[in-house]
């Protein structure tokens, strides 16, 4: 064998002169289905149970998903007892689709069969690898070989199990495993061979779900495979085009939108990304995208909290503090630049009255996804006076003045530095009180007096008035200031608040201090 980085042999793209998918834009959301309850399930350390399952499908129809597999009845008795428990119990709404994987093999397709019956809609999933790797090291066949397998129709008392009752509700979906390892052509062939066998018609599609099973090339090598796919089968008007995109290079979310400008309609996705190796495609964070590009993806992420709730608790999985749209820190800024312009955004757009979301740092609303603003700028030593203001009006209502935000923001961080560790909303508020209402020093009332008076106009005016303190020279070796008092000392009332710290300043300035 070759020496490390040089054993592996590179993908090789396909040759296109011309391709259209680069200039097109999404501009609405695929049919979306949902595979935790089949392809999540089987990662887990733990499979969930019937109870946990059940759970998982009412959260997956209350978000919207009008597709989700449930399961591999002839290969799992939990999976049976789970499909017959959603259609004995009325769990499945009118508008939602079922799913169910099976090989095909006359006895798996029988007991499938049995673990469906009663359900009003049903996708069938048939799968088998097509890939030059599989084709060679475990089939030990050709293409031939793999389109008699495609083609085959295994017989069953009553009916044909490749071909599903007519009028029952019923869809064909045939996976090709590995197909961005598969000749382009050897796919299309093989593929069409299919909707031949199926019988597929405009009005009876068959979908045809081209996975990345293992991602080994950049997304837009993926989306030319889908793109000279789609323009070379010929039966393209009797297929629907899915995507099942896997994890494996950290490029999930960007293979599936590629695959979708390159003509896909459909994709097969978990919530948060869970699923085999590095996982399957995250359905929230592809949903969310095409929100934040102004696209209703169709599905309800309103109050993602209690569906990460949900996930965590029945798969046992944890959701990263940096997964996209639900992770606990996603909304959340250290750095001061960043800190400063949210600040400013936030400002702006109470004051613009603008229809449009325009925050820096903030590609979404976190209120659409049910999330608070307070948690969106939090204080460590790396943050910047605009930051420790920001908590300050957000968390207490306190509007500080803009000439206070480095004084005030020099305290914090100076604390900061001292702990070594982030500063809750609280610990800031406790600095400001101990530095601006409770402080006695170094502002200290000691001559003052008021006047008031009543304008022509019925105005009444109040004015301050009093006298700046006094520095003394000491003699001696070197000059230093003799201890004195400052002129003010503020004893505010609560309820001044900010309006309060605006007279001090003002105070100050015309005292001359």
Same mark, same amino acid.
């Given at each position: ?44 350390? *733990?499979?969930?149970? /019937? =109870?946990?399952?059940? +759970?998982? %499908? ?8 009008? @597709? #989700? ?98 009028? *029952?509700?019923?869809? /064909? =979906?045939?996976?090709? +495993?590995? %197909? ?8 299309? @062939? #093989? ?109 309800? %992420? ?212």
């Amino acid at each position: 064998m070759k020496p490390a980085h040089e054993k592996y042999i590179p993908f090789v793209p396909l040759k296109m002169a011309r391709r259209a998918w680069p200039d097109r834009e999404l501009k609405a959301p695929p049919v979306w289905c949902s595979v935790d309850l089949r392809d999540g399930n089987q990662a887990l350390i *733990d499979p969930m149970n /019937v =109870r946990e399952k059940l +759970e998982l %499908f009412h959260t997956l129809v209350d978000i919207g998903v009008k @597709e #989700i597999e449930v399961g591999f009845p002839s290969a799992s008795e939990t999976a049976y007892e789970f499909i017959r428990t959603l259609i004995e119990g009325g769990h499945i709404p009118d508008d939602v689709t079922i799913q169910v994987l099976v090989q095909a093999r006359e006895h798996l397709i029988r007991r499938t069969f049995e673990a469906i019956d009663g359900a009003k809609h049903v996708i069938f999933h048939f799968y088998n690898s097509t890939s030059t790797l599989q084709r060679k090291v475990v089939f030990h066949t050709d293409v031939e070989g793999v389109k008699d397998r495609r083609g085959r129709r295994p017989a069953h008392p009553g009916a044909e199990p490749a071909r599903p009752r007519r009028g *029952d509700g019923s869809a /064909v =979906r045939v996976l090709p +495993e590995s %197909f961005m390892g598969t000749e382009m052509d050897a796919a299309v @062939e #093989i593929c069409q061979a299919v909707i031949e066998a199926i019988g597929a018609t405009p009005e009876r599609k068959v979908i045809l779900n081209l996975p990345t099973t293992v991602e080994n090339c950049m997304p837009n090598y993926f989306a030319d495979e889908i793109e000279y796919f789609i323009s070379r089968l010929p039966g393209r008007d009797r297929a629907i085009i899915s995507l099942h995109p896997h994890n494996d290079r950290g490029e999930g979310v960007a293979t599936a939108e590629l695959g979708l400008l390159a003509g896909a309609e459909r994709v097969e996705a978990t919530l948060f990304g869970n699923g085999e190796r590095t996982g399957n495609v995250d359905m929230v964070t592809l949903a969310l995208n095409l929100y934040t590009q102004g696209v209703d993806p169709k599905l309800d %992420f309103s109050d993602i909290n209690k569906i990460r709730d949900v996930y965590e608790r029945v798969t046992k999985m944890k959701i990263g503090e940096r997964q996209p749209y639900v992770g606990e820190l996603v909304f959340t800024a250290f750095s001061g630049s960043h800190q400063d312009a949210i600040n400013k955004g936030t400002r702006y757009m109470e004051e613009s009255g603008t229809e449009y979301w325009e925050v820096p740092y903030l590609p979404i609303d976190p209120a659409d996804v049910g999330r608070e603003y307070e948690p969106i700028i939090r204080i460590n030593s790396q943050s910047g006076k605009g930051g420790s203001a920001f908590v300050m009006q957000h968390s207490f209502g306190f509007d500080l003045p803009k000439a206070m935000h480095p004084e005030f923001g020099h305290i914090v961080q100076v604390e900061t530095d001292r702990v070594g560790k982030e500063l809750k909303p609280n610990a800031i508020y406790d600095l400001f009180k101990a530095h601006y209402i409770d402080a006695v020093k170094p502002y200290q009332l000691v001559q003052h007096s008021f006047a008031e008076f009543t304008d022509e106009a019925g105005h009444s005016h109040v004015t301050f008035a009093g006298h700046p303190p006094h520095r003394h020279r000491v003699p001696g070796p070197g000059l230093r200031q003799r201890p004195h008092r400052r002129l003010f000392q503020r004893h505010p009332r609560p309820e001044d608040g900010p309006l309060h710290l605006h007279r001090l300043q003002g105070a100050r300035r015309q005292a001359g201090l």
